[in-house]
């Protein structure tokens, strides 16, 4: 009985610092889940442990890993030597913690690193000037005209029309051709 309280505590802490760190939910505090699930412990024990949990999951989730580097990772964790390990139990506690909490971890880190407010939609045309009367002067080239969808999450969109002569839309692609380099560069480094 005392080893299925000790993993409902253990997996109800991993849950309140998934919920702290990952969900925004603020009024999940360190002292409340000390004193809903480790009443028993003294605020330094419960301290060591809720940081070395803490550290755990944020290792588990900045690395995204999978079920085979998860059992690699936790297997190394119990062999280590002194008080920084886990024990079998928490490594099987923290097993099942991330087998149902993966995708929504992941799901909120995403969240956490996007820029705000972002592209969600573009159109485009291209336009041809032409004169408005006889002998009126070359009405110039096309006209290539933008328009940006941008917009935060849950809040209506803002819209920005950009207008490019063909010399400014050339300058566009090379700087498009460079970000595109960069990305390959990093993707392909991976």
């Given amino acids: 009985m ?3 309280d000790a993993a409902k505590s253990l997996s109800g802490l991993l849950n309140g610092i998934a ?3 990952y969900y925004g939910e603020s009024d999940v505090t360190e002292e409340l889940l000390r004193r809903e699930l480790y009443a028993h412990l003294s605020h330094e024990e419960f301290c060591a442990l809720h940081e070395r949990m803490r550290g755990l999951v944020k290792s588990i989730a900045t690395a995204d890993m999978d079920h085979a580097q998860l059992e690699a990772f936790l297997t190394a964790q119990t ?7 886990v024990t079998a139990d928490q490594a099987a506690a923290l097993s099942r913690f991330w087998k149902s909490q993966r995708v929504r971890v992941r799901e909120s880190l995403l969240a956490q690193s996007r820029w705000e407010p972002g592209l969600r939609g573009l159109s485009w045309r291209v336009d041809l000037r032409t004169a408005a009367g006889r002998g009126e002067e070359d009405p110039g080239g096309p006209v290539a005209l933008m328009e940006l969808e941008l917009g935060r999450a849950g809040q209506d969109s803002q819209f ?8 400014k839309v050339n300058q566009l692609l090379e700087k498009m051709s460079d970000i595109q380099e960069s990305i390959d560069g990093v993707a392909h480094r991976t």
Avoid: I, W
Avoid at 79 to 85: E, I, K, L, M, P
Avoid at 160 to 167: I, K, P, R, S
């Fill in 2 to 4: 005392a080893d299925v």
């Fill in 19 to 21: 919920r702290t760190l």
């Fill in 79 to 85: 062999r280590r030597q002194g008080g920084g390990g």
């Fill in 160 to 167: 920005v029309c950009l207008e490019f002569d063909e010399t």
